[in-house]
């Protein structure tokens, strides 16, 4: 079966979470990171692919380099669509990389518009006459306006976008989106016709996203988050089954965390309060040659095996602030991304069945470290936080990508203290 549907994703936990939407949709949907190749396999009879890549904060070339690539990938398999996920803050700069992404995209698949809307209700991420909210803040009052990476100061998504394509950026606002999917494309076409390029959506609620996904189901390249995913998934013909195989009985469960959002904090607090094993890494110790894996790692080997443990880089703004000034923010986030990645590997050659990663970086320094180029996508523990499927040398496992704001604050305890199927 060729695939109905295929997603470029921006970040390995923004992979996750919109191939969670496309499941949710009634899509039986795999997920690979990284760039594919010919020799990437996909699970069988998959109605829907994500390419998660790690083009979030590269620059812009090469972001755009690895989501051609990726886009004639999913092309060769049959896609006829291909949907642009970012997340639902919009994390981005002055200079990309949503609309150097999204244009190449569109001049490849000679696409004269496309619909952006980055909402994702259940998450707290609304759109209103083209202001992002998170909750009940603008996203510039929110904490994201100290994202480490991609610090957003500004709400208003018209000119966020505007700032990063040299195309014309229009609206449309959340009136037109109640009176439906055909008032919707009446509009999308409005502004086709008067040179817009790139429209902007307003969505409030999920039976928003679904009418959005309505009006864009024959635009070539769409963009978004992952509830305008959801509503498109919904627009195709009902599928078949989307099952999954079962999160592995056996071995132990772990989190390796390195977002230092403020949900993530949370979660960290959540897991040591409830008195589970919790091992806090010095990344300046480690940056001085001090070998804290092997340190981690014999602390892991001293904990009784019947319990969850958890392994964080994580750090409030102020700790990371302290740990950028001495490396550079860069060098900061290598040595994250080195310690999780050799952690993540030597934790499942240790018998980890059950491995839950906070943070898109550390995802994906993680799929890499274990070698993980493809997996089935399950159900999940919280909105937009599904359990996956892989298989790797060391035997089968069970992997939740959780981006650093997602999930609620008890998700680790919940998705790892009990068994596998009471936690679905």
Known sequence: MSLRIGCI???????????????????RTALVFGTPDDT????????????????????ADEAVAESLAAQRWLWARGAAQVYFKYCSTFDSTPRGNIGPVTDALMDAAGAAVTLHCPASPPNGRTVYQGHLFVHDRLLSDSPLRHHPLNPMTD??????????????????????????????????????????????ADALTDDDLAVLGAA??????????????????????TAGAATAEPVPREGRAAVLAGSCSARTL????QFYAAGLPSLHLDVLAAATGRDVTGEALAWYDEQDPALPVLVYASASPEELAAVQAQLGVAEAAARVEELLGALASRLVERGVRRLLVAGGETS?????????????????????????????????????????????PDLFTRALAAPAEETE
């Not at 989106?177 to 409005?190: F, N, P, S, Y």
């Not at 949370?266 to 607090?269: D, F, G, K, S, W």
């Open 9 to 27: 994703a921006d970040d390995f936990t923004g992979g996750t979470d919109v191939a969670a939407a496309f499941r949710r949709a009634g899509l």
């Open 40 to 59: 990437t396999a996909l699970p069988a009879d998959c109605d829907a692919a994500v390419v998660a890549l790690k083009s979030r904060s590269t620059p």
């Open 155 to 200: 709400s208003a998504l018209v000119r966020l976008l505007s700032a990063q394509t040299r195309h014309p950026v229009g609206l449309v606002d959340w009136a037109t989106v109640r009176r439906g999917a055909e008032a919707v494309r009446d509009a999308v076409l409005a502004h086709q016709r008067a040179g817009v390029r790139h429209v902007v």
């Open 216 to 237: 864009a189901l024959e635009l070539p390249v769409v963009a978004g988050a992952a509830g305008l995913a959801e509503g498109l998934g919904h627009a195709y013909p």
């Open 266 to 269: 949370e979660q960290i607090a």
């Open 364 to 408: 994906g320094a993680v799929t890499t470290a274990l070698g993980v180029r493809a997996v089935l996508v399950g159900e999940e523990a919280d909105p937009g936080v599904p359990w996956t499927y892989a298989t790797t040398e060391h035997g089968d496992l069970a992997l939740m990508l959780k981006s650093g704001n997602f999930g609620a």
